[in-house]
């Protein structure tokens, strides 16, 4: 392992110019996991009831104070699937090290160790720089949190970087590089995982329905339970849908389209159904919660402003609103960075075809549509079932208080539709580089 670490120190090091923006990229995501980390154990290490000048008395109580630490911890989850996305794109780009290093006598398993460890320094440097940022915001506020905040301060700058190499591993497991300078992926069928899931939710669901029948168990808040199930089904069904709809409109397409670009999609989607799945997963998951969100948060204001509440009451119940909100609109910004990471990552993947392609004549602007329509197919259908489960999620939030059903949530999916093609489209610069005809020389 020792040995591991030193070249990708080494590695880490030499890398060329080309690679700095990928190592940005990694480095920003350690530190927005280190800010949200650090965040989280400020307000942890906050002893009893207090008094803070801040969020309208949200942060008073012990009981608000752990939601706002639960938020702060699930905000973790798509920084850590964007920088699964920065690892998977780091090793294909860096293919013709991964191939010299096979001939050097490395096995598979080792390459991808040093791919993971050279992610873990750029997240080191990451989450010292989040540290600091951090500590200086501290000194400003005049917050001098306790010795054990501390020691959890530390914590999470060590962890993050350890984290971090976890996941590319976890990521880079079904990558392989050969000596002969071709990387691929091999792994089983992603839709068993969702069916997994699926049935997790299906188990929530059921126990959340039979504690509600219950007198014993209203004290547990079946609702809660019934709404993570739901949200988890739908996730789970949505990226189910995205693998299952790329695979069969890649078949359909591949044998009907007349449209160059719409052929070139299809036979990629054909190829690799489940890409789709693994680069929307985060972005369907992030729908269901936003639409459920925006419809329980019209619901709510609609009942705060019939009742009877002193400003300091309404501002203390807005607050809490409005910090979900940021939360979800964090959650969704990362998500689509996640998405395109991964897109650029798919036509780095395919350099090779790319060049091919328009070596023999094809236009650069039809391959930017093919690549559009990767995102745009598949990612359709899925959206539309997400946005359902997140009216499901509302709708029963508006019938269980006796609230107004409102409509504006069901724009939410309309506009991640939106910004999820144009998070694709930032990864376009990078195609003219990958479908040079250079590229033909490494085959």
């Given at each position: 392992m020792k040995a591991d670490i030193r070249i990708a120190w080494t590695l880490a090091r030499g890398s060329e110019r080309r690679e700095?923006?990928?190592i940005l990229l990694t480095a920003l995501g350690a530190l927005a996991a280190t800010g949200f980390a650090l965040a989280a154990v400020v307000i942890a290490a906050v002893p009893g009831q207090v008094s803070i000048?801040?969020?309208?008395?949200?942060?008073?109580?012990?009981g608000q104070r752990a939601g706002v630490v639960l938020t702060l911890v699930l905000l973790l989850l798509p920084v850590l699937g964007f920088l699964g996305q920065c690892a998977r794109i780091g090793a294909?780009?860096?293919?013709?090290?991964?191939?010299?290093?096979?001939?050097?006598?490395?096995?598979p398993a080792q390459v991808r160790r040093i791919a993971a460890v050279e992610s873990a320094f750029a997240c080191l440097a990451g989450s010292a720089a989040g540290f600091a940022a951090f500590a200086v915001f501290l000194a400003v506020a005049g917050h001098a949190p306790p010795p054990v905040a501390w020691a959890g301060f530390v914590g999470v700058v060590l962890a993050v970087p350890v984290v971090a190499a976890l996941?590319?591993?976890?990521?880079?497991?079904h990558v392989v590089a050969?000596?002969?300078?071709?990387?691929?992926?091999?792994?089983?069928?992603?839709?068993?995982?969702a069916a997994l899931v699926s049935l997790l939710a299906v188990g929530l669901i059921i126990v959340g329905a039979l504690l509600h029948l219950s007198p014993a168990g209203r004290s547990v808040k079946p609702f809660a339970l019934l709404i993570l199930g739901l949200v988890l089904l739908t996730g789970a069904g949505a990226v189910w849908l995205t693998g299952a709809f790329a695979a069969f409109v890649g078949r359909r397409l591949t044998i009907r389209a007349q449209n160059p670009a719409a052929l070139i999609a299809a036979s990629r989607?054909?190829?690799?159904?489940?890409?789709?799945?693994?680069?929307?997963?985060?972005?369907l998951l992030v729908t269901v919660v936003g639409v459920g969100f925006v419809g329980v948060r019209g619901v709510l204001l609609a009942a705060l402003a019939e009742g009877d509440y002193r400003p300091e009451s309404l501002a203390f119940y807005t607050t809490g609103i409005d910090l979900a909100g940021a939360a979800v609109l964090v959650a969704l910004a990362i998500s689509l960075c996640g998405l395109a990471v991964g897109t650029a990552e798919s036509l780095a993947t395919r350099r090779r075809g790319l060049a091919a392609q328009a070596a023999a004549g094809v236009p650069r602007?039809?391959?930017?549509?093919?690549?559009?329509?990767?995102?745009?197919?598949?990612l359709a259908p899925a959206l539309l079932l997400a946005g359902a489960g997140g009216t499901v999620v509302y709708v029963a939030y508006a019938m269980l208080v006796g609230g107004p059903v409102p409509l504006l949530p069901l724009l939410v999916p309309v506009v991640v539709y939106a910004a999820c093609l144009l998070a694709a489209a930032t990864s376009l610069p990078l195609l003219r580089r990958v479908s040079h005809p250079a590229?033909?020389?490494?085959?």
């Open positions: 700095w923006w990928r000048p801040y969020g309208h008395g949200l942060l008073d109580r012990p294909v780009h860096r293919h013709r090290r991964m191939a010299g290093m096979r001939l050097a006598g490395a096995t996941v590319s591993v976890f990521a880079l497991r050969s000596p002969l300078d071709h990387v691929r992926r091999t792994g089983p069928d992603r839709g068993r995982r989607l054909a190829q690799d159904p489940w890409a789709a799945a693994r680069t929307h997963a985060a972005v602007r039809v391959l930017a549509r093919a690549a559009l329509l990767e995102t745009a197919l598949p590229e033909l020389r490494f085959t």
